[in-house]
């Protein structure tokens, strides 16, 4: 990951139209990767606006499959009968597995020695896990009943008196015979809903689709980023990460907006079997030729190739300044930091290296080193960080430290029980529909309902992240960090507060704005500060002066941990927040939840130091 300043205020760019001296730098590079056996001189030019397209279109598929797997997943696992405690545990599976493997990925991603690249192959593997999850998830009652499900099971007998069984509906059409029976002889309801004994195929394979999907989603972003960086020059990396996560924006906003139409009565939707078929459908489609256009895009340098000849390297920030103080020329410029940057920064130490994080990797350009003057010096590898080292880090900090981390785990929980289980909250509290109904009933009809516009506030939650993320570093130098960090926990809380006592369509769609703003928060603030901690070596104030810190810590360690906590933030919810909507018997339980995770972080926020 590309290195931070501490201080925005101090800010340039490094530019070769400013400084001849890295223009003929990255020229000369440009000229000797022309003439290898495969044309790599595309590393150390400028991209084009197309270009930058090309490289950031991944992260629109992965956020399109994303939003269709945080809109739909749940539904879909009561619908076929797993009750909300066990469906909440079943959200647990993918940090889980996340938590030891994503390490392990990015290691291999980071050593990888394929003539394809470092980075494509990583990223392909985990694009077939994310459309394997995309067939799996709405197609996994259908690949149940060819395996031998029963389906729905009907019992009449407290209602009719002739105690008949209707079984093997699990077809729309079927269920259609049953609601068709059900008017002629005056029955609303059936006496009995579907179990997951009678989906035990659709169970398995839709929770498979569904830790596939989770898990490689958010590990893929990962490599995609990389990528990116990868083929860009030093001074076009932050416009890289501007429309990294523009895209990734747009595509989350679109996604949901797709989930969010009634595709039943259109052709299409007639045509692919219903609503939930079209959806994915629909993404899956987006998602391969949004893959494709980013794998063609460029040729990666092989790794053999790097590490034998100095001027196929990626030319780094590190490696301008080392050139220009060879050269005696002292003026250089400092990279601004920006929100964008800081957000790239937490999302590649984020779940992919976890718990084996290096600050400095011989291997990759784009790594977590020291940081001189706030740059990255990345031409200097340095020695892996230990498992021991990092779990040592972990359980001896600074308390500085430890109250970001616990502040972030607090705003991670709340945010991830908005994500996962907003949808179903919308289809039962506001709609006041059932998953459990038979299919083309009332109350069946009210639940999709319910999901689809639910998919309409989470397309505003999206945008309204992705416009806050870009406004975030202008807020905190109008009101300083503190304020902005708080008080964006702070306006989810009473967002979330206000939907669960009053819940109404209007409110779903305002207050999602605030889950939004939740989100641009924790993507930004916390890695502002620890930036600010290691810059300054001010992890703690005594007596209005900065004490330095004896213990060494590394940056990208540092992020690593605060990032990490995500993958705790979700498996505590998802194994709590099903016995409560048990306990409360109502949805609503999902939002207050949520409300008192934030006005926790909040009350932690105000310990947290402030350099």
């Known amino acids: 990951m590309v290195g931070v300043t501490a201080d925005s205020s101090q800010a340039a760019q490094l530019s070769s139209a400013k400084n001849p001296m890295i223009k003929y730098m990255l020229k000369t590079r440009e000229n000797h990767a022309r003439e290898q056996d495969n044309d790599y001189s595309h590393v150390f030019r400028r991209k084009t606006g197309f270009e930058m397209f090309r490289l950031s279109a991944i992260a629109m598929a992965i956020e399109f ?4 797997e945080t809109s739909f997943v749940s539904p879909i696992l009561l619908q076929i009968g797993i009750d909300h405690k066990h469906m909440t545990m079943a959200w647990g599976l993918s940090p889980l ?20 690249g470092r980075r494509r192959p990583i990223i392909s593997i985990l694009s077939l896990g994310i459309f394997l999850g995309l067939i799996l998830v709405p197609y996994g009652k259908e690949l149940g009943a060819m395996l031998g499900d029963e389906g729905y099971n009907y019992t009449m007998e407290a209602a009719t008196g002739f105690g008949t069984n209707f079984t093997n509906f699990a077809t729309d059409e079927s269920g259609a015979a049953v609601a068709a029976l059900m008017a002629a002889t005056r029955i609303e309801e059936p006496t009995t809903g579907p179990t997951a004994a009678n989906y035990k195929f659709a169970v398995i394979l839709t929770i498979l689709g569904m830790v596939l999907l989770d898990f490689d989603a958010d590990t893929c972003q990962t490599p995609a980023r990389t990528y990116l960086l990868d083929m860009c020059v030093p001074e076009e990396q932050p416009k890289a990460m501007t429309m990294f996560a523009l895209f990734a924006g747009f595509g989350g906003t679109i996604g949901y907006a797709i989930g969010g139409i009634d595709w039943e009565n259109t052709h299409i939707g007639s045509f692919l079997g219903g609503n939930i078929p079209t959806v994915f459908g629909l993404v899956t489609i987006i ?6 256009i980013t794998i063609t895009t460029f040729r990666e340098i092989p790794l053999n190739l790097i590490e034998r000849d100095e001027l196929m390297r990626p030319l780094s920030e590190g490696a301008i300044k080392k050139e220009l103080k060879k050269n005696n020329n002292a003026i250089y410029y400092i990279q601004e930091t920006t929100s964008l940057e800081l ?33 990255q010096d990345a031409s200097e590898p340095e020695a892996p960080v230990s498992l021991s080292a990092y779990l040592k880090s972990i359980f001896i900090m600074p308390y500085s430290m430890r109250m970001l981390a616990l502040t972030n785990l607090f705003c991670w929980m709340g945010h991830v029980t908005y994500c996962l289980y907003f949808t179903d909250f919308v ?13 083309n009933s009332k109350a069946a009809e009210l639940y999709e309902a319910g999901v689809r516009f639910g998919c309409w506030g989470m397309a505003i939650y999206a945008f309204s992240c992705s416009i806050y993320s870009l406004s975030v570093t202008k807020l905190m130098k109008w009101f300083g960090t503190k304020a902005v960090y708080i008080s964006g926990m702070i306006y989810y809380g009473i967002g979330m507060l206000i939907l669960g006592l009053w819940p109404t369509k209007w409110g779903v769609l305002v207050f999602s704005t605030s889950a939004g703003i939740l989100y641009g928060t924790i993507f930004t603030v916390p890695f502002i500060l620890v930036a600010n901690y290691h810059a300054k070596n001010c992890f703690r104030v005594h007596n209005g002066e900065t004490v330095p810190l004896k213990q060494a810590r590394g940056l990208g360690t540092d992020v690593a941990i605060i990032s990490s906590v995500v993958f705790i933030a979700q498996l505590i919810v998802s194994l709590s927040v099903g016995p409560l909507v048990s306990w409360m018997e109502t949805t609503c339980a999902v939002l207050y939840a949520s409300t008192f995770l934030s006005f926790m972080a909040a009350i932690a926020a105000m310990f947290v130091l402030y350099v």
């Open 65 to 68: 499959a994303y939003a269709a």
């Open 287 to 292: 998602f391969v030729i949004c893959y494709l």
């Open 343 to 375: 957000q790239m920064a937490a999302d590649d130490a984020k779940r992919a290296e976890a718990l084996s994080y290096q600050n400095g990797n011989t291997n990759s350009n784009y790594k977590t080193g020291k940081l001189e003057n706030g740059v």
């Open 97 to 116: 597995i996340g938590f030891f493997v994503s390490p392990l990925l990015g290691s291999i991603s980071d050593r990888c020695k394929l003539r394809w």
């Open 427 to 439: 289809g039962e509290a506001v709609f006041h529909g059932d998953p459990t109904a038979p299919p």
